[in-house]
């Protein structure tokens, strides 16, 4: 048996934002808009004015902060008071995930369109949810992934680089953790073994990014929309969440877990993160050094972090080395490898790593 699963329609460009009320209208007649403030006074006007075009009823629900079980409920009653039938996301993950969430229990379409593209979230059916102190509660998942997922690389342009390369981050990852799930003999999140389409999706991704990453985070960095970006946000969007959900997560994502964990490295990214977890993950597989040495001057080039000071962590203590290693075994993602690791291996290669990534 094997299980494929993707969005249903994916739409990407300059300016597609304009577009979106268009393509909701084959999804229902009325869309709640759930957005953070910032990107409602940036672009609430232009999405209002798409739907109004498109003939089809919008409200803007600005949400408030982190995305708990309880934002989940209230935004619900928001929903059905206005009659909803389909739930649009637009913003980061949080936006994204909370409206995923609503759409989940009130069993709605769900739209995602991202204004950032750091993660592998908006097509995926998965739904993150965390406490007041950005521990990760629950994954949630939608019974199909998102309807649409709607991405105007004119707007990620003008989002932050550090944004972009954290999504690279997460997804220069994939091709390396589908095939240690693939060895593994391990199941992807679907219950079944890799696709083929799968592990050719992540083949894919990686070979785009490689190919365009440097170039597309220069266009961001101007603010343009070229090529290069296009072939980027398609790998870091729609590749990247078709690779993990139908390929599987590996040991990068365990240690991106662990990662949540580590005090000194607050606020830094998840896509960063994974980044490094990939290095913790090749040097489990005994990759030869040549090869990690290369993936190491590319993560140089681009600007991905290589070292745990790159997070925050100045000189990190065996302390939380060891903490790093331990709650990356929280993760399900660290079973998925073969032969079976445990903190001890964890810790070690995390220290092989600091010495590799100076
Ligand atoms: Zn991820």
New binding site residues.
Partial sequence: MRIFAATSRYVQGDAALDELGRHCKVLGRSALVITDADMARLLGDRVLASFKAADVACALEVFPGEITHAAITALAQDSLRFGADMVVGLGGGKALDTAKGVALKLGLRSISVPTIAS??GPASAAIAVYDDEHIMQDILHLPRNPDLVLVDTGVIANAPARFLRAGIG?AISKKFEAQACASAGALTLLGTPASLTGLMAADACYSIIRKHAAAALRAVEAKQVNNDLEALVEATVLLSTISFENGGLSVS?AI?RGFSYLQRAKGTL?GDH?AYGLLVQLVLENRPLAFIEELIGFYHEIGLPTLLQDFGLLQPSNKEIRELAEKSMVSPSAARFSPPVDANQLEAAIKRVEQLGG
């Fill in positions: 993660n592998d997460d994502h991106a998840h994974v």
